[in-house]
């Protein structure tokens, strides 16, 4: 796994000392994205079948993080316990899908420029669309555990509560 914890990054100052809604979180990483001398220097590729992430800042109201993708990567189906959260993609491409019970999922190709948020009931997997792909992602309150879905043959689904720290990764072949 390939993590990086940043000091407390410039740029931040203007933050509200309180949790944020979703809709701030989109206008937070919608911002972030115009400003890239704040996380173009953490973009990194490394192989090794591991997604790069870099947590660019993180207090007792808002995480902010940077993920690098290509499209080997995959999220598996997951939740984000009780944060909100948002996401901007500022080069390539990410896609989003939603679990449907009894039909085909949701998914959406979120391109470079575009963003979404998301409530905490809200459970999704991403993966890459294309190489060499870049999002920024916020969260509030700050992500401590998240849920890992496992859908078996049957149509059952599971969950897993997960620290955020850990790697998301697909927890069967993908449903």
């Not at 979180?25 to 972030?32: E, I, K, T």
């Not at 947590?55 to 007792?60: M, T, V």
């Not at 390539?92 to 959406?108: L, Q």
């Not at 409530?119 to 992500?143: C, F, K, N, Q």
């Amino acid at each position: 796994m390939s993590h990086d914890v940043l000091p407390r990054t410039p740029g931040f100052a203007d933050l509200p000392a309180r949790t944020l809604g979703k809709r701030e979180l989109r206008a937070l990483v919608d911002d972030l994205a115009e400003r890239p001398e704040l996380w173009r220097q953490h973009v990194a590729f490394p192989g090794g079948g591991h997604r790069h992430y870099a947590s660019l800042y993180r207090d007792e109201h808002v995480d902010v993080w940077l993920l690098c993708w290509t499209p080997d990567d995959d999220t598996g189906w997951h939740d984000h316990d009780v944060s909100s959260g948002a996401v901007r993609v500022v080069s390539g491409a990410i896609e989003e899908s939603n679990p449907r019970i009894g039909g085909a999922h949701a998914s959406t190709v979120v391109a470079e420029g575009r963003s979404f948020c998301f409530g905490p009931d809200h459970i999704h997997r991403l993966t890459g669309v294309a190489d060499a792909s870049v999002s920024i992602h916020a969260y509030s309150p700050p992500l401590w555990r998240m849920g890992q879905y496992s859908i078996d043959d049957s149509g059952v689904m599971r969950r897993l509560s997960v620290s955020y720290s850990d790697e998301l990764r697909p927890q069967d072949t993908p449903a």
